[in-house]
T-cell receptor, first 108, second 114 residues
């Protein structure tokens, strides 16, 4: 089965750095996705990690530790438009399973 | 290039009625997924098509839900008869190839059963 745990809500200040953690237990692990979802919109792809370590992509970075079942999404130089839900999604043999998401609110 | 499109964007039906949701994946994407998000809960997997074949339908809640993918192109998800607990947002996603590639999501269909 799948078990994904991430904080429900976070608040951070514009220009700051925030780290969203995710722990997971899954059968047949084949990588982990992070998706961003603005209210009322479709989830959009942010990152994909399959090997341990940090993947950097502009203001967003994602880290994975397979042995610990742990990942985090790091957002730097926060902007107001970054206010959204961030979904941790480990991939099993074929399907992707989503966590409940972390609702991030960026304040001035 | 057109993204994943879903129709309708919203649907309000009465309990006991039938509703059919449609998803057009990105052209050339063999993998098509249906997900559902009920209010306050996580996005849950329903099923996965590879071309016209159902690869995994372990997430389908019960036999009131029927998904098809004619000719490996667009897919439909029929709910018959609809119940109140079926209300939520139904997302469709597609991806290319058999490897762990990213899935592109449609805008979703918001279904409200009253």
């Amino acid at each position: 089965g799948q078990n994904i745990d991430q904080p429900t809500e976070m608040t951070a200040t514009e220009g700051a750095i925030v780290q969203i953690n995710c722990t997971y237990q899954t059968s047949g692990f084949n990588g982990l996705f992070w998706y961003q979802q603005h209210a009322g919109e479709a989830p959009t792809f942010l990152s994909y990690n399959v090997l341990d370590g940090l993947e950097e992509k502009g203001r967003f970075s994602s880290f994975l530790s397979r042995s610990k079942g742990y990942s985090y999404l790091l957002l730097k130089e926060l902007q107001m438009k970054d206010s959204a839900s961030y979904l941790c999604a480990p991939r099993g043999y074929q399907k992707v399973t989503f966590g409940t998401g972390t609702k991030l609110q960026v304040i001035p | 290039e057109a993204g994943v499109t879903q129709f309708p964007s919203h649907s309000v039906i009465e309990k006991g009625q039938t509703v059919t949701l449609r998803c057009d994946p990105i052209s050339g994407h063999d993998n098509l997924y249906w997900y559902r998000r009920v209010m306050g809960k996580e996005i849950k997997f329903l099923l996965h098509f590879v071309k016209e074949s159902k690869q995994d339908e372990s997430g389908m809640p019960n036999n009131r839900f029927l998904a098809e993918r004619t000719g490996g192109t667009y897919s439909t998800l029929k709910v018959q008869p609809a119940e109140l607990e079926d209300s939520g947002v139904y997302f469709c996603a597609s991806s290319q190839g058999s490897g762990p590639t990213e899935a592109f999501f449609g805008q979703g269909t918001r279904l409200t059963v009253v």
